[in-house]
């Protein structure tokens, strides 16, 4: 079976359910604001067609904001002046990344395209091709390039040429939502959640399995109901691995063992964000979750945004920043969980959560727009 953008089916299935029932994004509400949004400088790349389940998020190095267009335009920007660098323009259709390290970036294309670009002149090092399409950004670590598939690879190649060293297989189900999380690499090891609701830990030299766990159970009666997708952005924090999935599970995990430390019964295709004390979620409703770091227990939730296809939280000096599907981004205080201010970005959505790089935050949109912004309370 075709691996379909399910939620968009989900949608459909209800709506043939029952004509009365209709899904609708809350109306936003005026805003007693608090502070100021300020917009430090814009610019401007080809706006994105049917880009759903792409993640073309901003990565910021060593002062300069690398970005990547559908069309295959990529741009080093100044991250405080948005002064333009350098730009090239691949003639490649690109649906990830980029990735980035100290020498060079790395982007994913829908037809398995793997391109590593030289950091400083968009020069073109080397291409690859991998099985399926690429949809999360690929991770550089330890001299090795680190690329998921939509077909559950993942794979790791050399950083000097781009060559195979190792490739690393797992068995995902026939249906499953559209996205995959983005690896997260740290201590030699890359940690991925996969569509089926296991977790792993690779050796990122030479792919050997560490531990792998299945953190998610579903147990429904069809295929639809079963779906475990671990899709949105996970979190490490010393020794403890946080995740959430589609099956309305967020999870702390022991990077060690694998072994599930905390379960809640909140679920999210977005992912979490961490902090000292505190972990955030969207759930699949745009709902947004406070649950304590240490033992999942609730704190506050905010629900006046509902159904507006929220980003995950971006943790911001304290507070949080979402995205939602008309291009705008909340500032949420992060003690209360109150909105406190609300700014307009683009005329589309944002691909993903802002960029958050000590007191500036970037955001980028589907009409293209890349803008940098400071929150002064």
Known sequence: MNRLPVL?????LAACGSKNEETKPNELIKVDEIGKVN????SKLKAAEKAFGYKLIPAENNGNLYVASQSGEVVSLNAKTGANNWKVN?????SAGPGVGDTLLVLGGPEGQVIALDIDTGTVLWETRVTSEVLSPPVIDRNKVVVRTQDGRIYGFSIQNGERDWVFDTNIPNLTLRGNSTPIAKGGR?????????????NILDGSVLWQQNVINSQGKTEIDRIADIDGDIDVVATDLYLSSAADKT?????????????QNIGSVTGVTVSRRSLYLTDNQSIIHELNRMDGSRGWTQDTLLNRNLTK???????????DLEGYVHVINGVSGEVINRIKTGGEQLYHAPLVVGDIFYTYNYDGQITA????K
């Open 8 to 12: 968009l089916m989900i949608l459909f």
């Open 251 to 263: 999870l702390s995990v022991a990077t060690e063992s694998g072994r599930v430390l905390w379960s």
């Open 39 to 42: 917009v430090l400088w814009k």
């Open 190 to 202: 890359v940690y991925i959640g996969f569509d089926n609701g296991k977790v792993a830990a690779l």
């Open 313 to 323: 939280p971006s943790y911001y000096l304290g507070d949080l920043l979402v995205g």
């Open 90 to 94: 691949l003639e490649s259709e690109i």
């Open 373 to 376: 912004m400071r929150f002064n």
